[in-house]
């Protein structure tokens, strides 16, 4: 096993978008993994770009592989928990795409199933490692803004249509945006600032379309009373405007503002890999503008962006793995639970119209 390897065997359980575009090219550009496997049912796909590979035609096959150290799932929401159960106790370390689970009961199992298999269990949150939020980091560890009092978070899109797939599917469990974007920003927030005191959400299907009604718009407020800090999280399918804003910060000594996403995504749609020059890489028309006073001395200007590195997301697990250290993860299971419980007092908060102390 991968204890006595120098690379880490890996089986991914489907070849949908986030396989194909997240996933496997990250994987192929660790020098510490080795794509071994794909699961697909219907098809080879896989195989064409990637000649090497297995194709597995169920998990049954790809878990009872001993070869294969660790599973990636990247199936919908719904199977998350299920795959993800089975692969620790069949002996596989499993990295599941976000959301974690659907619920955090589910969650609470992973975390001790993961415990007692002594397995890796990790979600892909690979956006702790967007290059603006990097760079949002470091400025608050810095204390760049003074004390920080108000966190604004944004991850915003423009459809005013339905997408085909699984993701605004009325029954599909854990469909609609909150499970999808506000998992990548209610990670961001406790990442930063660890469990708030209270939680406040509003929810809403703004759409109104025929076809479905998930929820496409949420404003979640996490407030810190200790710290006498809140982060507001905001998402909506109908923000048309460009540039889109991503990061506020507001501090005692002033003020910090990002516009647009982090470039890896759309690099990755290219066909670009961590290797490529520039890749990680914003331009400097993209980067945020700070107006504070910094020891003494008035600052207005711009604030280059942090190179991104979703890759450093899997090289991290698979030197967990490598090292037998479940503790070295950056993203834990327990991170993963405490994301989906967020997520279920939002949707408490909007259905009784409150704030939901923790």
């Known amino acids: 096993m991968a204890d006595n390897q120098q690379k880490v065997n890996v089986g991914v359980v489907g070849f949908g978008m986030s396989s194909r575009v ?15 496997a794909v699961v697909e049912r219907h ?3 896989s195989k064409e770009k990637y000649p090497w590979i297995n194709v597995k035609k169920s998990t049954d096959e790809l878990f009872a592989d001993d070869s294969i150290d660790l599973v990636v799932i990247t199936t919908p929401n719904g199977s998350h928990y299920p795959l993800a159960l089975e692969a620790m106790k069949k002996g596989k370390h499993v990295v599941v795409e976000k ?26 949150q690979n956006r702790r490692w967007d290059g603006d939020f990097l760079t949002v980091k470091k400025l608050i560890e810095g204390e760049q803004l003074g004390r920080l009092v108000e966190y604004e978070s944004h991850f915003d899109r423009f459809r005013n249509f339905m997408k085909q797939g699984w993701r605004e599917q ?3 469990p854990g469909s609609g945006m909150l499970y999808d974007l506000g998992a990548h920003l209610i990670d961001q927030a406790l990442h930063l600032f660890g469990l708030p005191t209270s ?19 949420f404003t979640i407020i996490l407030n810190y009373e200790h710290k006498h800090l809140k982060a507001i999280l905001r998402s909506s399918m109908l923000a048309r405007h460009d540039p889109k804003l991503r990061f506020h910060l507001r ?8 516009n647009n996403l982090d470039v890896q995504e759309d690099q990755l749609k290219s066909g670009k890999v961590p290797a490529d020059d520039g890749f990680g890489v914003e331009s400097a028309s993209s980067y945020g503008t700070i107006n504070s006073d910094i ?33 070295h993860l950056a993203v834990k299971p327990e991170d993963g639970m405490n994301c989906i419980r967020i997520i279920e007092l939002a949707q408490q ?3 009784e119209g409150r704030v939901i102390t923790l």
Do not use: W
């Open 199 to 217: 939680v406040y959400a509003t929810l809403s299907n703004q759409r109104q379309l025929k076809e479905t009604n998930v929820i496409d718009d």
């Open 251 to 258: 501090g005692m000594n002033g003020s910090f503002v990002k």
């Open 170 to 172: 009325n029954d599909a």
């Open 43 to 45: 098809s080879d796909k």
């Open 349 to 351: 908060s909007n259905d």
């Open 22 to 36: 997240f996933h496997c090219p990250l994987i192929t550009s660790s020098p510490y993994l080795h794509l071994s």
């Open 295 to 327: 020891n003494g001395v008035h600052i207005v200007g711009q604030v280059t962006t942090e190179k991104g590195s979703y890759l450093s997301y899997y090289n991290n697990v698979a030197e967990a793995i490598l090292k037998n250290d479940p503790s």
């Open 99 to 124: 959301p974690f689970t659907i619920t955090s009961k589910e969650a609470e199992e992973l975390v001790k199933v993961s415990k007692e298999t002594k397995r890796v269990c990790s979600v892909y």
